[in-house]
Nanobody, 127 residues
Framework: QLQLVESGGGLVQPGGSLRLSCRASGFIVDHYAIGWFRQAPGKEREGISCIGSSGGTTNYRDSVKGRFTISRDNTKNTAYLQMDSLQPEDTGVFFC????????????????????WGQGTQVTVSS
């Protein structure tokens, strides 16, 4: 059974860093596109970053470019989201998602592009 489990969230001060992990089981993470999404309080879930299968492309939401880095460790079957220079507007529940169907190592930042989701991890940026 395909499963995704996020971890690494928490409370951090503005300007701080966190690294989120998305541990996959039941499938090989390198064979799937992986996306990270955020749902801020009172708002809809939005795409933050994604990475295509087999060393494919990476995409980032404009607001996180230069601050967030997505990666994957195939030996641990885990994807990561390194978040630096965090700001209060980054607060939200972060979800990882996976999908096998993206061609040519591409990935997308909309929800309908993914069919498996984790439960989310809370990130709060506050002084």
């Amino acid at each position: 059974q395909l499963q995704l489990v996020e971890s690494g969230g928490g409370l951090v001060q503005p300007g701080g860093s966190l690294r989120l992990s998305c541990r996959a089981s039941g499938f090989i993470v390198d064979h799937y596109a992986i996306g990270w999404f955020r749902q801020a309080p009172g708002k809809e879930r939005e795409g933050i970053s994604c990475i295509g299968s087999s060393g494919g492309t990476t995409n980032y939401r404009d607001s996180v470019k230069g601050r967030f880095t997505i990666s994957r460790d195939n030996t641990k079957n885990t994807a990561y989201l390194q978040m630096d220079s965090l700001q209060p507007e980054d607060t939200g529940v972060f979800f990882c998602a996976a999908d096998p169907g993206h061609l040519f190592g591409q990935c997308v930042l909309w929800e309908s592009g993914y069919d498996s989701w984790g439960q989310g991890t809370q990130v709060t940026v506050s002084s």
